[in-house]
């Protein structure tokens, strides 16, 4: 263990500390170092300490030598001054000096508490504005603020901070002017709420109750004009209008003179600083500072002219108004109608507005209620049918569809309708019920490619929106008033009772507007109707079918789409004659189309009877009967229909409506009569012939039809067989057994053939109701063709009505056959 270090301060001399090894020399150095710095440490507290003791003590003892030099003075200065004529003047010109300084001293504190004030009330006005208190008392208090500044103003040693705080002033003037003005534009406002108002316009701008009139009537008046900022906002805005325009004229008459007259007279009863409003708020410190007010400040009563305004000057101005109002009115609604392009929402900014007009509708000076009411209609009404027709002209998207779809540059419509059984080998989803393979079918079925429904799209978007705009027509027609709102209404103009105006509400603007609608709609269908005839002119010029297949099946369903259009009132009336021309429009598309699938069967059938007529015919061993006659056609002759319903199958099932069949019977039995009466003309131009071999052979003419239209089915089909028809069998038995009587190559067999051949077909292309003319002696349907033709056979009566018989018996086995003739 080390021996214990020994006390440095013990040692007698630094040479003792050397005595010891130097590890422990270092450790008694930084002993010495540490005992150093604590006494330091000591020392420094205590003279701090004492030092401040000291300085205490100094100061004392040298204000203790300056009193002492002043009173040894002072003394001295007594004994000087000992009398009495110098004592009264130093007691004099003391009291002068006293009074001076008090007087400094009473100025200053008076600037500087009104100045204070002053400061507090640019804030207090800013506290209520922002708060949006009583515009009244921010008035009050900046009439004060007003007062303050001018006294500050006049003082010769002014601060400058005055001559900012009026800028200050004139800003919270403005904006109090503003503030006012804005419960001015509100409609919904209170009468007393609206009175403060008034007065503190009267008492921040010092004006008369005519010039607040007047400035009411105007900020009203400008809203009026205004509108509303946005196009969302319009609703707002009309009902705002016709708000601010009724309430003004009832609001001033309820005001102006007496109400405002008695709430500025009140003004007059006591001075500003004594109102108790003022005088509790809280930012002014009235308490502390009101003592340093000077007295013109103190003492200051306003003086409003509350009496300027008389009853009559206020009901000349409200005249002079109310109609400048009600024209702004009707521009400013004309302006936000303008905006608006839904007719729905124009129907149901009418009603609220005209809810607003009924609601509320007493006597007012300088207009008739009436006169608004009409005012209102009228603009309404003007915007509806505006809206009417511009929708009623939206029918000339589809023309433009259309235009687009055969332009062929654009190769739009493909015309070659798909088959329905494409489907089966087609993705097509069978989810949510196969609806969209239910689709697919009905298009196909319908021929509805891309292009036709994008045009039927433009035709169902456009009738939709005319019989929803018939639907609202028809709630403005069964729109029934609250009697409470019509009564209120027939209470202020007694031109106008209750049923009257129920009447112009709920029957005239709507019946205006069905025949305007009407009337735009025939418009827009004989526009439609000559450019779509233009169109159609050109496509059935054109050798190409596809075309007018496609206009033919736009048309159709549009067609269907355009039946509800029709007002009930005016289909009634007989005002509206029919939506489209769609006869006139389709023939020809008709004539197109009926020229395009008849010809491959015309051509043949002319064939067929060229070779009928330079053959020989055997077609005689069917005949039955005694004496034997036809009982069923050549094959030429059911082969003409056979093909032609082939034909139009090809080109889509759903474009022989009746129509269209009507129109193809019509061409067909045009154009067979003409082939008949060329065959038969060249029939009887041919010599008697002998009698024929009897073996059986089958015509000649049917088995060398060219490109084979009809297969072995349907030659089969026209020979009878499945139809209890007589087959190749028969033919050989019949041929055996000489069951066929007279000549047998004759013409007059073929004769006779070719009579009910043209019985037949007249019974296929019969159209029932169909009109007869003159000129149309040239077809089957005239009966007396076939009559003159019968004479010529000289066949007897009996005979003819067993031909007639038998040809619609066979009509009948056949006529599921050709299901789009039948």
């Known amino acids: 263990m080390a021996a214990q270090l020994p006390d440095p301060r013990d040692f007698k001399g630094w040479e003792d500390a050397f005595q010891y090894p130097l590890p422990a020399v270092r450790k008694l150095e930084q ?3 540490s005992n150093a710095v604590e006494n330091r440490e000591r020392l420094r507290t205590l003279v701090g300490a004492s030092y401040r003791d000291l300085l205490g003590t100094a100061e004392r003892i040298c204000e203790m030598d300056e009193k002492m030099q002043l009173a040894e003075t002072t003394l001295g200065l007594t004994a000087k001054k000992c009398n009495s004529v110098a004592v009264d003047k130093i007691f004099s010109n003391f009291s002068t000096l006293d009074t001076g300084i008090q007087a400094n001293k009473k100025r200053q504190n008076s600037a500087a508490a009104q100045l204070a004030i002053l400061r507090s009330c640019h804030s207090t006005i800013s506290a209520v504005l922002q708060k949006e208190g009583s515009t009244y008392l921010a008035a009050k208090v900046l009439v004060l603020a007003r007062l303050l500044h001018k006294t500050l103003s ?5 601060s400058p901070l005055v001559d900012s705080l009026r800028n200050r002033l004139a800003y919270l003037r403005t904006r109090l002017l503003r503030h006012i003005d804005r419960s001015f534009s509100n409609p919904e ?5 609206l009175v403060e108002n008034m007065c503190a316009l009267s008492l921040a701008t010092s004006s008369t109750p005519t010039d607040v009139l007047r400035h009411f009537l105007h900020i009203r008046l400008e809203v009026i004009r205004s509108g509303p900022e946005a196009a969302q906002h319009m609703r707002k805005g009309l009902l705002k209008a016709i708000k601010l325009f009724k309430g003004s004229l009832i609001d001033s008459q309820t005001i102006f003179p007496r109400r405002l007259a008695e709430s500025l007279s009140r003004l007059k009863l006591q001075p500003l600083l004594q109102d108790k409003e003022i005088q509790t708020l809280p930012d002014l410190n009235l308490d502390i500072h009101g003592r340093w007010i000077a007295g013109e400040v103190r003492n200051f009563t306003p003086w409003p002219r509350h009496d300027e305004l008389q009853k009559s000057e206020a009901e000349k101005i409200l005249r002079h108004w109310a109609p400048a109002a009600l024209k702004s009115l009707k521009e400013a609604a004309q302006s936000m109608l303008s905006e608006q392009e839904d007719f729905a929402d124009v129907v149901k900014l009418r009603e609220d507005v005209l809810e607003v007009h009924l609601s509320s509708n007493p006597r007012i000076a300088g207009v008739q209620s009436s006169d608004v009411l009409e005012l209102l209609r009228d603009v309404f009404n003007e915007r509806l049918q505006f809206l009417v027709q511009k929708r009623a002209d939206g029918l000339a998207a589809l023309l433009g569809g259309i235009s687009s779809a055969i332009d062929p540059s654009a190769s739009t419509y493909e015309g070659q309708q798909a088959s329905t059984w494409q489907l089966a080998h087609d993705p097509t989803t069978l989810e949510n019920g196969a609806f969209a393979f239910k689709d697919a079918i009905s298009d196909r079925f319908h021929g509805n490619e891309q292009a036709t429904k994008k045009c039927l799209s433009i035709a169902e978007k456009w009738a939709t929106s005319i019989i929803d705009m018939r639907s609202l027509i028809k709630t403005m027609r069964e729109k029934r008033w609250e009697d409470d709102v019509l009564d209120a209404t027939s209470e ?3 031109d106008l009772d209750l049923d009257s105006r129920q009447a112009l509400l709920s029957e005239d603007d709507p019946r205006e507007l069905n025949d305007a609608l009407d009337s735009a709609l025939q418009s827009s269908f004989a526009r439609f109707g000559e450019e779509f005839r233009k169109i159609a002119a050109v496509a059935g010029a054109s050798t190409n079918t596809t075309q007018s297949i496609f206009l033919l099946r736009v048309l159709r369903q549009f067609a269907q789409k355009t039946i509800d259009l029709t007002s009930t009132s005016s289909a009634a009336n007989g005002k509206f004659q029919g939506a489209l021309d769609i006869q006139g429009l389709s023939s020809p598309l008709y004539a197109s189309i009926v020229t395009s699938v008849s010809q491959s069967s015309l051509q043949s059938f002319e064939r067929s009877l060229s070779r009928f007529t330079n053959n020989p015919f055997h077609g005689n061993m ?12 050549t094959p030429s002759c059911f082969r003409l229909p056979y093909c032609l ?11 022989w409506a009746p129509g269209l069949v009507e129109a193809l019977k019509q061409h067909m039995d045009a154009e067979a009569r003409k082939l008949l009466d060329e065959c038969l003309s060249a029939v009887k131009a041919l010599p008697e012939l002998a009698s024929v071999d009897s073996t059986p052979v089958s015509d000649p003419s049917e088995d060398a039809e060219p490109q084979q ?5 349907s030659d089969g ?3 009878g067989a499945g139809i209890d028809g007589p087959n190749d069998s028969s033919i050989t038995h019949a041929a055996t057994n000489g069951a066929v009587e007279g000549d047998s190559g004759s013409k007059t067999a073929k004769l006779i053939q070719l009579l009910f051949d043209a019985m037949y077909l007249q019974r296929v292309l019969h159209v029932p109701n169909a009109k007869v003319s003159d000129s149309s002696r040239l077809t089957l349907s005239n009966q007396s063709y076939l009559e003159e033709l019968a004479k010529e056979l000289d066949l007897e009566t009996e005979k003819l009505e067993r031909m007639r018989k038998n040809a619609v018996d066979y009509w009948k086995r056949t006529y599921l056959l050709l299901g789009l003739l039948s």
């Open 622 to 633: 069917l005949w039955e009967g005694h004496p034997p006659l036809p009982v069923q056609p």
């Open 492 to 494: 202020a103009d007694d």
């Open 717 to 719: 089909l026209a020979n």
């Open 645 to 655: 319903v082939k034909g139009m199958a090809t080109l889509g099932q759903d474009l």
């Open 189 to 193: 406002i209170e009468i007393p709420k």
């Open 154 to 158: 006049q003082s010769p040693d002014a």
């Open 31 to 33: 002993q010495l170092r």
């Open 709 to 713: 239209e009809a297969d072995d089915s």
